[in-house]
């Protein structure tokens, strides 16, 4: 079982058009982070969330951390195609071994011209 | 330069070879990270360390070592290679307030035949 499930697993759209990722699990965590990912590159640390509700914006992007801090959403504001590439949500379970980050399989965006 | 190296970038070898993996970074960071990424998987923690003197297992380690040889280098080993360990590999860092990989190298494909 996936401890952290993102969805949808491939999104593919046009220019301009908003859209929204997500990161859903049973367990609470302490924190929550947003990577992403182009190929041939490493992934890129985006946001840290940390307090249930905290919304955190960054330029187009907009990230979410709910309330029981189970779960956590990226929203992304008319799509540019640089914006392409595989977004990855990751965190430490409250209680979990510190350094131990648990990542989801990603979602895979592709934003075309 | 990159903040964050790792060489070999691409590495193809045989089943039974012992393998090393380095990873050096200028962050100046304490903490240091492995990780394997498969498709499908996600990312999947291999070890850490906090600083020079402490090394620490992650959810895979089974089959890996890794030395901490100055706070600048952590390398990783595979001292006999299996073709289920063919994998693309990060290095990653982070600062002391964070306990979270920050900074991610950009892998080394390895491949065991």
């Known amino acids: 079982t996936q401890l952290l499930e993102q969805s949808p697993q491939f999104l593919s759209i046009q220019e301009g058009e908003n859209l929204t990722v997500y990161c859903n699990s049973s367990s609470v965590f302490s924190s929550l982070q947003w990577y992403r990912q182009e190929p041939g590159e490493g992934p890129v640390l985006l946001v840290t969330?940390?307090?249930?509700?905290e919304v955190k914006k960054l330029k187009r992007l907009t990230f979410q951390f709910g309330d029981a801090r189970k779960d956590s959403s990226l929203h992304i504001t008319a799509a540019q195609p640089g914006d392409t590439g595989l977004y990855l949500c990751?965190?430490?379970?409250?209680?979990?071994?510190?350094?131990?980050?648990?990542f989801g399989k990603g979602t895979k965006l592709s934003v075309k011209p | 330069d990159a903040d964050v190296t790792q060489t070999p970038r691409n590495r193809i070898t045989k089943t039974g070879k012992r393998i090393m993996l380095e990873c050096s970074q200028t962050?100046?960071?304490?903490?240091m990270y492995w990780y394997r990424q498969d498709p499908g998987l996600g990312l999947r923690l291999i070890y850490y360390s906090f600083d020079v003197k402490d090394i620490n297992k992650g959810e895979i380690s089974d089959g890996y070592s890794v030395s901490r040889q100055a706070q600048a280098k952590f390398s990783l080993s595979l001292e006999s290679a299996i073709p289920n360990q063919t994998a693309l590999y990060f290095c990653?860092?982070?600062?002391?307030?964070?306990?979270?990989?920050?900074?991610f190298g950009d892998g080394t494909r390895l491949s065991i035949l």
């Open positions: 969330v940390v307090t249930g509700g």
């Open positions: 990751a965190g430490v379970r409250r209680g979990g071994s510190q350094g131990n980050l648990i």
């Open positions: 962050k100046g960071h304490d903490r």
């Open positions: 990653a860092t982070s600062d002391r307030v964070s306990n979270q990989p920050q900074h």
